[in-house]
């Protein structure tokens, strides 16, 4: 069961959540199942939510042969830098390190 309540409204929800598994009966406890499905939540929330919304990966055009997994590469790159770095807020760590294009060139010594 899944309790949850709306900030907005107040109102209080409550779903019956299924889960499908080949473990045997009895294999893993409640607590256990639910472990892993916040696992898998928190990777959701940490990566793909934030490939999709931050750079729009759903929204890309790119489909042909080995570029849509190039760019998958590249984002999770990107993704993975800014975390090492310690930023949490992926979107926000984006802004502070792109490139102002009023700032010239030589100031970056790229002249």
């Known amino acids: 069961m899944r309790w949850r309540r709306d900030p907005g409204s107040g109102k209080l929800s409550i779903e019956r959540i299924h889960l499908v598994t080949s473990l045997p009966p009895g294999a893993a406890s409640g607590s256990e199942l639910a472990a892993w499905i916040r696992g898998h939540w928190k990777i959701e929330n940490q990566l793909h939510h934030v490939r999709d919304r931050t ?49 010239p060139l030589t100031a970056l010594g790229l002249t």
């Not at 993975?80 to 009023?102: E, F, K, M, Y």
């Open 55 to 103: 750079f729009g990966e759903d929204a890309s055009k790119i489909r042909t042969r080995h570029l849509p997994r190039i760019m998958a590469g590249l984002r999770n790159l990107a993704i993975g830098v800014h975390r090492q770095d310690g930023r949490t807020n992926i979107a926000a760590a984006l802004r502070h390190t792109s490139r102002d294009p009023q700032r």
